[in-house]
């Protein structure tokens, strides 16, 4: 079964299941799998609701018929779910975190960033410097919440991890202005031509080296 959804561009991320079903020779499943089903309830919800507009193609098969398939790839458990030939889960219900983050990071990689985006938190003082920053600039992004939308922090650890490294640690908040990284608030400030106001809870810039000791104070 082939489910496509071409909602944004880019090629869709492929999701594979291997259920509990088929045929081998003289061998056939036929006991119901109650967890085969309860995943593939969780896989249609999440892409209704955390992964909603995201292209996506879901192909359910029948493992007994295909068993060799998977197993190539790690997979050897019904239900086996995967995720552009990744395994990310098997032998148990899916957890719906676990697929939201592969198919954003699978997503990440085949689209680039378009338009201006502000991802942070409440709460946060950068996060609020930065967007007073745009609102004086006249500037309209969107603003993603990452503590509150798990799809939005996921979206943020793949698109900046892969700039950043993988080893430093990932601060809020993160902005990129017509498709194109700026950093935190402090790069912001630079961008926009502003003074830059020391941020002493990281100590220094760790997204950008060569301005320590201007972000250090």
């Not at 869709?12 to 995943?39: D, H, K, S």
């Not at 029948?62 to 995967?82: F, K, N």
């Not at 552009?84 to 719906?96: D, I, T």
Request: some cysteine; aromatic content about 6%.
């Amino acid at each position: 079964m082939n489910t496509p959804r071409q909602d944004t561009e880019g090629s869709p991320v492929r999701i594979v299941v291997y259920r509990w079903a088929g045929a081998w020779g003289p061998f056939r499943v036929n006991i119901p799998c109650v967890e085969c089903a309860l995943t593939r309830d969780v896989i249609i919800d999440t892409l209704a609701h955390e992964l909603d507009g995201v292209a996506v193609e879901l192909d359910v098969r029948d493992w007994l018929s295909e068993w060799w398939r998977p197993l190539m790839r790690g997979g050897w458990h019904a239900p086996i779910v995967m995720v552009e030939g990744k395994v990310v889960s098997q032998g148990q219900a899916l957890n719906r975190g676990l697929l939201t983050q592969a198919v954003i990071d699978a997503a990440a990689a085949k689209t680039p960033v378009t338009g201006n985006h502000l991802f942070g938190k409440a709460g946060c003082p950068h996060c609020e410097r930065a967007k007073r920053y745009l609102a004086e600039a006249g500037i309209d992004a969107t603003y993603h919440d990452v503590v509150r939308a798990p799809r939005a922090l996921y979206e943020m650890l793949a698109r900046v991890k892969p700039i950043i490294g993988p080893k430093t640690p990932v601060t809020v908040p993160q902005i990129w202005l017509d498709g194109a990284y700026v950093g935190g608030a402090d790069q912001l400030s630079q961008l926009l031509h502003r003074s830059v106001e020391p941020n002493p809870e990281r100590g220094r810039n760790s997204l950008s080296p060569a301005h320590v000791a201007t972000s250090a104070g």
